[in-house]
């Protein structure tokens, strides 16, 4: 078996399980932000269930809209705050505890390897990265899962991606992700596990394997996994994570087909609108101006990014005319980032700092595009009107390209700074 298959097996109760089985899971958490709540909880008692299965493995993160940023925004936060206060929910984070739900949940080792997590957030698979199976799904889902503990799956079939190499200077888990994306389209791994492995791997930090799981979603993938090594089994023990389950695929596992990369190849990269898989090397984006930059998300909001960004920053001065918006995942990366001096660096730069919100990567404030404005963003969507104005534009890149693109204020390839 696959480590999915594994993973899911355990969970199921069964021996084995094959690609198109459905299988009714156990589950380690259940996720839901303020977006998708208020609908999970309307539903809630329709399963005649008088409280959640489990307090502990539930966790409410208003993060979306917050803080409010309307009078409907606040009253969607005012209903899970009720809910979670009603069911005594143990992991409730609002404003001055939040963080971006897929940046928190790890950082207050909510989740382990192999656990089986839904989360009614398309980006929830973003634990794969710990060895976790976790997948995003619809708010009835989640409802459920609240209710029983449990969600049915059909297992799904995998790819596999053998990585080799390492990384050049100023590329980053984001670029593996777009040029992946760019080689096999946004429906190249639908439904499908994207399972990373070979000597490659030990390469990527964990915040470069938790950019790439998350954006797995955006190749159509049921999840995006990777193997349990000595970065994990650390990074979990500093989080004060329980007891990992560890899964690894067999030698002789079945997967619909491998795909070798040459890490030392991916050069940085963008993707142009409308689509993630509009994938072009960074250094051919000199003839595109751009209005905004965003560095911030589930996808590129940790520490390492903030540091990227600030490296590029450092002792520059963001482009005139153009917006740079810096948003910390956590509130304990924004604690980091100014005690190192991060947040000097940034608004000597000319940037804007902001509390922990998804805010403008679903273009739901603090960075709403009008019409004919470009902006070149860390977060994970750049589809017709993600970030605003439909008749706007969303380039998606890394850290690095991000900021040095924020100083010239046009597509930059980072290189071009060392």
Not at 204 to 233: H, Q, W, Y
Not at 241 to 268: G, M, N, Q, W
Not at 377 to 394: D, K, L
Request: proline residues 5%; hydrophobic residues 40%.
């Amino acid at each position: 078996m696959t480590m999915t298959e594994k993973i899911l097996a355990h969970a199921a109760g069964e021996r084995e399980v094959h690609p198109g089985q459905l299988i009714m899971a156990d589950l380690d958490m259940v996720l839901g932000n303020d977006i998708t709540s208020p609908v999970a909880i309307r539903e809630f008692p329709k399963f005649g269930k008088e409280h959640v299965f489990d307090r502990d493995k539930v966790a409410l993160v208003p993060d979306h809209f917050t803080p409010n940023k309307d009078i409907k925004a606040a009253e969607q936060c005012l209903q899970v705050r009720q809910f979670a206060r009603c069911e005594c929910i143990s992991n409730y984070f609002e404003v001055g505890e939040v963080g971006i739900e897929h940046a928190l949940l790890p950082e207050k080792g909510l989740v382990t390897a192999g656990d089986v997590v839904i989360g009614a957030d398309s980006h929830t698979c973003t634990y794969g990265a710990l060895g976790a199976f976790s997948t995003g799904v619809g708010s009835t889902d989640m409802a459920a899962g609240m209710a029983i503990g449990k969600a049915w799956f059909k297992v799904p079939s995998a790819i596999r991606f053998n990585l080799a190499g390492k990384l050049g200077p100023m590329v980053s888990g984001k670029d593996v992700i777009l040029h992946i994306i760019g080689m096999i389209g946004v429906d190249g791994a639908l439904y499908k596990a994207m399972e990373f492995s070979g000597p490659g791997v030990e390469n990527l930090t964990m915040d470069d394997r938790f950019t790439i799981s998350n954006m797995a979603i955006e190749a159509g993938a049921k999840c995006g996994i990777f193997p349990v090594d000595g970065r994990t089994l650390a990074y979990l023990r500093e989080s004060g994570a329980k007891e990992p389950k560890i899964f690894e695929a067999d030698a002789d596992a079945e997967y619909e087909r491998t795909i070798d990369i040459d890490l030392a190849s991916i050069p940085p990269t963008v993707a142009y609108p409308h689509l993630p898989e509009n994938t072009h090397p960074a250094k051919e984006g000199k003839d595109i101006a751009i209005d905004q930059v965003v560095i911030g998300s589930c996808t590129n909001g940790r520490i390492s990014d903030l540091r990227a960004a600030a490296e590029i920053l450092s002792g520059r001065h963001v482009h005139e005319g153009v917006r740079c918006i810096i948003i910390p995942a956590t509130q304990k990366i924004w604690k980091q980032a100014m005690h190192e001096g991060l947040f000097d660096i940034f608004i000597d730069a000319g940037c804007v700092v902001s509390t922990p919100t998804c805010g403008p990567c679903l273009g739901g404030h603090m960075g709403i595009l009008a019409k004919g404005e470009r902006c070149v963003s860390t977060t994970n969507r750049n589809f017709v009107g993600r970030m605003g104005h439909p008749g706007s534009e969303v380039y998606l890149a890394s850290p690095y390209t991000a900021a040095a693109s924020a100083v010239t204020g046009r597509i930059t390839d980072p290189e071009d700074f060392i």
